[in-house]
């Protein structure tokens, strides 16, 4: 079900160390864009939600550049995996397990998300 952003208060929330962290509303998550966030422990997150409505959450750090810069990249679609590419060299990361689909030697971190 895809809610009108006007209509809900859900909260994206990621799983860190057995518990929920409440990142920020929904609606600052516009379909097929990323945004980063900090974490408590100064890491950074790329959260995106996808023109179905489904959000994701995995690292902001690009492992090629060490740049963090995922955020900022482009949603895709690739033998259905939903994926961000870099927008500095262009590889793909695939939002649901974070294997770059170019280097499957290379991975990010990904993060249990839930809209509560």
Not at 44 to 56: E, I, K, M, N, S
Not at 59 to 85: C, I, M
Request: with cysteine.
């Amino acid at each position: 079900m895809t809610l009108a952003p006007e209509t809900t208060t859900l909260k994206v929330q990621l799983l860190l160390d057995a518990s929920w962290f409440t990142v920020c509303d929904l609606t600052q998550l516009m379909p097929g864009r990323g945004v980063a966030a900090l974490l408590p422990d100064g890491r950074q997150v790329a959260l995106f939600r996808d023109r179905a409505g489904r959000t994701y959450a995995i690292d902001n750090r690009d492992p090629f550049t060490g740049a963090a810069v995922l955020s900022r990249g482009l949603l895709g679609t690739h033998q259905g995996h939903t994926f961000v590419a870099s927008p500095l060299l262009k590889q793909r990361f695939d939002l649901e397990s974070g294997r770059c689909l170019d280097d499957p030697e290379v991975s990010v971190a990904v993060y249990e998300v839930r809209a509560a």
